[in-house]
Nanobody, 124 residues
Framework: QVQLVESGGGLVQAGGSLRLSCAAS????????MGWFRQAPGKEREFVAA????????YYAGSVKGRFTISRDNAKNTVYLQMNSLKPEDTAVYYC?????????????????WGQGIQVTVSS
């Protein structure tokens, strides 16, 4: 069993920044890829960013590339999402996900465990 707990969400003005954290427990964190997804009201969950088991490879959705940065600290069993230049369209519930394999994926079914989600609201 894997537990994922997100923190760091909240309300921010457009152009501002937030840093999400996801603390993992229950298995060898450093052996698996991690990802962030988001779901806005009335929309399907979408991929945001992913990082490989070692942190050596990252991948981003086009809508956030250049503004968001995913990173991980395997010693702390934590993955981060630094979000800069936030836009109102970034408003969503953000979910941390633990991968089934070592390497990055944009697909929901490649992630076996999910956090409870955390709200990010960007005001215009």
């Amino acid at each position: 069993q894997v537990q994922l707990v997100e923190s760091g969400g909240g309300l921010v003005q457009a152009g501002g920044s937030l840093r999400l954290s996801c603390a993992a427990s229950g298995r060898t964190f450093s052996s698996y890829a991690m990802g962030w997804f988001r779901q806005a009201p009335g929309k399907e969950r979408e991929f945001v960013a992913a990082i490989s088991w070692s942190g050596g490879s990252t991948y981003y959705a086009g809508s956030v590339k250049g503004r968001f940065t995913i990173s991980r600290d395997n010693a702390k069993n934590t993955v981060y999402l630094q979000m800069n230049s936030l836009k109102p369209e970034d408003t969503a519930v953000y979910y941390c996900a633990a991968g089934r394999r070592r390497f990055t994926s944009t697909l929901n079914y490649d992630y076996g465990y999910w956090g409870q989600g955390i709200q990010v609201t960007v005001s215009s």
